[in-house]
């Protein structure tokens, strides 16, 4: 179980102090975990959370195609959070390089970053995903005034937008409810309400041909550029360029968010 970065380094402004002091139950890094979260708030199938045991090729080939997110958990440590702090400075500088096409969000709860990485996956794939009634499906966006256009996270508030997207989701009942209650699916003990944990959750997606890197305690996407072989691969090489490469003996843990079709993917994991 495992969730945010210290609360110095989470955002925000007046409005989000009193959701500052607040704490959910983390999610455990764990595919039926996070599939169970996604068919609480509307995912009725299609698309599932899998594990993904390395980032070698031969281990790559194994995971599903198409992928449309990875999430990646990592530890935290002091000296690793000042190097997180620094990459947060940069995403701030080149947040103009970020597509308007992203949906990001702000974390102001503390151990909710599994659930916000989760949402980010989510919510950026809302063109691929199956969604029925729950409220991934309010957040969706509207189609078209001639009824004929097609769900699109194009029309999702641009990043600028993003402290009043977490603002919105630290307020969500619902979304509190759903996130808690697959929380208890984990295996193992959550840590005290109120303690960050020492782990850390991120989420990569595609949006408008680039790869980015979406951690709701930074204050902007980062833009990895245009993507050159798939979403899996691409955000592998930025794992062990930016995570793996620093903290070589960490303990790390890798989803991708992949279709499942036939139910195949959900089933494994759930099994």
Known sequence: RHGPLPLHLRGGNDDAVAFQQQYWIPLESSPEVFNDFARR??????????????LDEELLAMVPQPCAAVVLLFPVNNVF??????RALTAAKASSSVSPQVFFMRQYIGNACGTVAAMHALVNNLDKLNVGSGVLKSMAPSKGADGSGA????????????????????SDAEVMKASESSAQLGGTPAPA??????????CFVEQGGNLYELDGTKPAPINHGPVK??????????????????????HFNVMALVADPDGSVAGSADG
Request: with cysteine; aromatic share 10%; glycine share 10%.
């Open 151 to 170: 769900e699109s996270v194009c029309d999702k508030p641009a990043p600028s937008d993003a402290s009043q997207q977490g603002l919105r989701f630290a």
């Open 229 to 250: 072989t798939d979403v899996l691969r691409d955000a592998s090489r930025v794992i062990q360029r930016e995570f793996l490469s620093k903290m070589p003996d960490g």
């Open 41 to 54: 708030i509307g995912v009725s199938g299609g698309w599932a959370f899998t594990d993904v045991f390395g």
């Open 193 to 202: 309400r109120g303690v960050d944990a020492d782990y850390h959750y991120i």
């Open 81 to 86: 959070a000042r190097s997180e702090a620094a």
